[in-house]
DNA sequence: ATTAAATGCTACAAGATTGTGGCATAAAAT
DNA sequence: ATTTTATGCCACAATCTTGTAGCATTTAAT
């Protein structure tokens, strides 16, 4: 199970965000927090802000806020918004053709692992982790 | 749920070949068939001979046999042959420090889901998949 | 007005993954 | 013995992902 950095990195920076959604985060803070190079941080917040989830207030003391309830931001719309999220939910053996008609050897024992993936990414949101309980940050 | 090329190839190459597991394939054969290129599916193959899965047997009429029983090949066991398994068991937000003990905010929405990933490869083998449902290859 | 501190964008650099070319080696067929 | 048809290996090429440099733009503070 593994998703790219690209997204790994998106979810790390809203999920830090998400702990005071209120707040606004200059870019320094984000990268100082989460240890994500300064250019390639900001490059991933200009999808973020096109993508709807947050927006950036620009000039001095500007940075970036969230744009929606975080509890509407589902973990799926993030990974589709920085990288795509077709990736995941192609067959395990790679074959384009595969589908519950024509499936390939594994299909049938790989399919509720991938549905459990896609109802993780699809149901969670923002709001549904227990930010309390984390010392990491 | 994105495995590599690399590992969709060698899980492709080795169920194909455990439709018939006592066959000898040259990599000709499995070229055509699984339209992977001719020079990678043969590194491939080399790193699935060193982990002890199948065996080569070089000159004319040379291919590629099964080394041990396909029941005892896991699937974890060939990913983790040609390009490790450690990268498919990190933290969803990729924190090294991530744990049970020191878990990231998702840890515990992602814990199940990575586990029942780590079910299908530690426990399936090239045995438990039903070949005569298959017309695909 | 000028300066300081922020984001936005474009193009390029570095690294990892995937693919290829060329040749050496091995063994059966002739 | 020679030829044909296999695999083995090494180094390089192409592509994709990730990271960086430089400068333009925006806005608050002074």
């Not at 209120?22 to 190079?37: F, G, M, N, T």
Request: hydrophobic residues 35%; glycine residues 6%.
């Amino acid at each position: 199970m593994k998703l790219t950095k690209t997204s790994e990195y998106a979810l790390r920076i809203l999920s830090f965000m998400a702990r005071k959604p209120e707040e606004l985060y200059p870019a320094r803070h984000l990268v100082e927090q989460l240890k994500i190079s300064d250019k390639y941080l900001r490059r991933l917040m200009t999808d973020l802000s096109k993508a709807g989830f947050i927006r950036s207030i620009k000039g001095r003391e500007g940075g970036y806020v969230f744009a929606k309830n975080i509890s509407e931001i589902h973990l799926s719309q993030i990974i589709d918004a920085v990288e795509g999220m077709e990736k995941y939910m192609g067959c395990v053996l790679g074959f384009g053709e595969c589908s519950d008609d024509n499936p390939c050897v594994m299909h049938e024992s790989w399919l509720p692992m991938r549905e459990k993936l896609m109802n993780v990414l699809n149901n969670k949101t923002l709001a549904d982790f227990n930010y309390n309980k984390i010392n990491k940050y």
